[in-house]
């Protein structure tokens, strides 16, 4: 039997806030050991105190040694590198963003709905009036 070859995901990011609009970037999924790990540091920073420092720069060196492309510059048109210290140069709630998507692909999160949905509303079909049948007739 030929060996099965495991080959890492790489994931296309999707962002959802207007700010982010024209972002793109490729983060590599985690093993199951990094993911666990990453789960612990996203808990401890969670939870504020000493320990959320450390925590959040874990989950950034994480997402840096994970991202394999993108295209962030900063406002004089310069490509920002996705390292520890580009990423540390950036404004927290911009890398949590990445973080969220990065953490949402890898769950399997699916992306929204494109902009021919119904939104949750009732279908076409759904909204077809139906007349009640009339009664059997009486033999």
Same mark, same amino acid.
């Given at each position: ?5 495991v080959?890492?995901? #790489? ?6 806030? $207007? @700010?982010l609009a024209?972002?793109?970037?490729? $983060?590599? %999924?985690?093993?199951t ?14 939870? /504020?105190g000493? &320990?959320a420092e450390? #925590?959040?720069?874990t989950?950034l060196?994480?997402l &840096? ?6 295209n962030?510059q @900063?406002?004089d ?7 520890? @210290? ?6 927290? @709630?911009?890398n949590? &963003? ?6 949402d $692909? =890898?769950?399997?999160v699916? #992306?929204?709905?494109?902009?021919t949905? $119904?939104? /949750?509303q009732?279908s076409?079909e759904a909204? =077809?009036?139906?007349d009640?049948? %009339?009664? %059997?007739?009486? %033999?």
């Open positions: 039997m030929p060996p099965f070859v080959r890492p995901k #790489a994931y296309r990011l999707v962002f959802q806030d $207007a @700010d024209g972002l793109e970037v490729t $983060a590599r %999924s985690l093993n050991g990094q993911f666990l790990e990453f789960q612990a540091a996203r808990l401890r920073q969670a939870s /504020g000493a &320990a450390p #925590a959040t720069q989950m060196q994480m &840096a040694d994970a991202i394999v492309s993108w962030a @900063d406002e048109g310069r490509p920002i590198p996705p390292t520890m @210290d580009g990423l540390c140069g950036l404004e927290l @709630d911009f949590m &963003a990445i973080i969220s998507a990065w953490m $692909a =890898i769950n399997g699916p #992306a929204p709905l494109s902009g949905s $119904a939104g /949750g009732p076409v909204s =077809i009036p139906m009640v049948p %009339s009664a %059997s007739p009486v %033999s």
